[in-house]
């Protein structure tokens, strides 16, 4: 198994829809060992950076005491709904650099400019038509968020996804960005939070 990579966690891999099998996913992460890609998760693994770690910005949105567990679910509602339609006007638009904004790892990246050219629309992605579901928050910290939820594609896709658990982690120019993903609430997603050197990308 290579470095920096655990069982159960899925990979973000080019080709959405790689010959008709992925016709519910966005981003499609393949299970360790090579197994076929599942329906829709959020991002890969990503291995140990040699690179310097970034430091999270200090103005991360996070839980205060003023805010509801209602108001902080709308919020990371919005907030991924922005990534997620970032993510597929970028592959739509055929646009590497615009992937940047919602995407915090090489590796992600590169999957999406590998779906560039195999990723079927049935009308251009809006921030109206990509709809975001069933949000739950499994950890809210200003360095690290992690979300279960449910991705709707049907209007721009004609598929209607899975639920996946996205793993978020902020830059000071972005904000929160997707950096790995997961199947389950129950997998290791934690270790991406605490362990994972984060990359300095673009």
């Given at each position: 198994?290579?470095?920096?990579?655990?069982?159960?966690?899925?990979?973000?891999?080019?080709?959405?829809?790689?010959?008709?099998?992925?016709?519910l996913?966005?981003?499609?992460?393949?299970?360790?060992g090579?197994?076929?890609?599942?329906?829709?998760?959020?991002?890969?693994?990503?291995?140990a950076?040699?690179?310097?770690?970034?430091?999270?910005?200090?103005?991360?949105?996070?839980?205060?005491s003023?805010?509801?567990?209602?108001?902080?679910?709308?919020?990371?509602?919005?907030?991924?709904?922005?990534?997620?339609?970032?993510?597929?006007?970028?592959?739509?638009?055929?646009?590497?650099?615009?992937?940047?904004?919602?995407?915090?790892?090489?590796r992600?990246?590169?999957a999406?400019?590998?779906?560039?050219?195999?990723?079927?629309?049935?009308?251009?992605?809006?921030?109206?038509?990509?709809?975001?579901?069933?949000?739950?928050?499994?950890?809210?910290?200003?360095?690290?968020?992690?979300?279960?939820?449910?991705?709707?594609?049907?209007?721009?896709?004609?598929?209607?996804?899975?639920?996946?658990?996205?793993?978020?982690?902020?830059?000071?120019?972005?904000?929160?960005?997707?950096?790995?993903?997961?199947?389950?609430?129950?997998?290791?997603?934690?270790?991406?939070?605490?362990?994972?050197?984060?990359e300095?990308?673009?």
């Amino acid at each position: 198994m290579p470095p920096g990579e655990r069982p159960n966690q899925w990979r973000l891999i080019a080709g959405f829809g790689l010959v008709g099998a992925l016709a519910l996913t966005l981003i499609v992460l393949t299970a360790q060992g090579g197994s076929p890609p599942s329906p829709l998760t959020a991002s890969p693994p990503v291995t140990a950076a040699t690179t310097s770690v970034t430091a999270p910005p200090t103005t991360a949105p996070v839980a205060t005491s003023t805010t509801t567990e209602g108001q902080r679910s709308t919020e990371v509602e919005a907030l991924l709904q922005t990534l997620w339609f970032g993510w597929f006007d970028a592959i739509y638009r055929k646009d590497p650099d615009a992937l940047w904004p919602v995407v915090a790892t090489t590796r992600f990246h590169d999957a999406g400019i590998s779906a560039m050219d195999s990723m079927e629309f049935v009308v251009a992605p809006t921030e109206t038509n990509v709809r975001v579901e069933g949000t739950k928050i499994l950890l809210d910290r200003p360095d690290c968020l992690v979300v279960e939820n449910f991705i709707d594609m049907t209007e721009f896709r004609g598929s209607v996804g899975a639920p996946t658990v996205s793993v978020l982690w902020p830059d000071s120019r972005y904000g929160f960005r997707f950096a790995t993903g997961w199947k389950y609430a129950n997998d290791l997603w934690l270790m991406d939070c605490d362990n994972l050197q984060r990359e300095v990308t673009p």
